[in-house]
């Protein structure tokens, strides 16, 4: 049995009165319920006293949270689902067309590409209009689409210098007190500047 249930020493008119208390929302309150019942507040408050209303309708007020979080994580499992399916159906694909690009520039190196053309018993075959830089970028651009499909990283991030120099640090003595030795100890200090670039 719940809570929020009639519970076994309740009477019908003080179940009747807590079912307004709890239905109230924010409006709730003992004046309400009175005026509602036709009772007076005093009779009313001892309701809600000897049957816990408070404590009933944060229980209800818990179970139906419970619910609505349910209810939004199966939706939000659903659409993660569609989602993760989604994007296995895209990565196939992208990794299907990268292999199209890549049968096709390995056929431009083995043989231009070349419009034929058919007539009166002769065929003419005319070589299409592309470089070996042609199907270099195709290459490229299938190596990258194929590093996509398959999760993996696409481009290099250096750090550098100034003017694309090495990072520089910069080393100086400095001397610190310790206490427990009672004596100035040397150390090294590393600084690095600050040039503004990341």
């Not at 830089?133 to 250096?158: C, I, P, Q, Y």
Request: aromatic fraction near 8%; include cysteine; charge should be positive.
């Amino acid at each position: 049995m719940n809570s929020w249930d009639q519970q076994p020493d309740e009477t019908n008119k003080a179940f009747a009165a807590f079912r307004i208390y709890l239905e109230a929302g924010d409006d709730r309150s003992i004046h309400l319920v009175a005026r509602k019942q036709a009772k007076s507040a005093n009779t009313v408050k001892n309701w809600s006293n000897k049957n816990c209303w408070v404590s009933r309708v944060s229980d209800y007020a818990i179970h139906m949270a419970n619910i609505f979080t349910r209810e939004e994580e199966k939706k939000l499992s659903a659409q993660a689902a569609q989602w993760a399916e989604r994007q296995i159906a895209q990565r196939e694909e992208t990794f299907q067309c990268a292999a199209a690009l890549r049968a096709k520039a390995k056929a431009m190196m083995d043989f231009p590409i070349a419009k034929v053309v058919s007539r009166d018993g002769k065929t003419t075959v005319t070589p299409g209009r592309w470089t070996f830089g042609d199907a270099a970028k195709m290459l490229a651009v299938a190596d990258n689409l194929s590093r996509l499909a398959l999760g993996m990283e696409t481009d290099r991030t250096t750090v550098t210098g100034p003017e694309s120099g090495p990072i520089q640090l910069q080393v100086s003595p400095v001397q610190f007190f310790v206490p427990e030795k009672r004596k100035i100890e040397d150390c090294l200090e590393i600084i690095v500047p600050n040039d503004g670039q990341h």
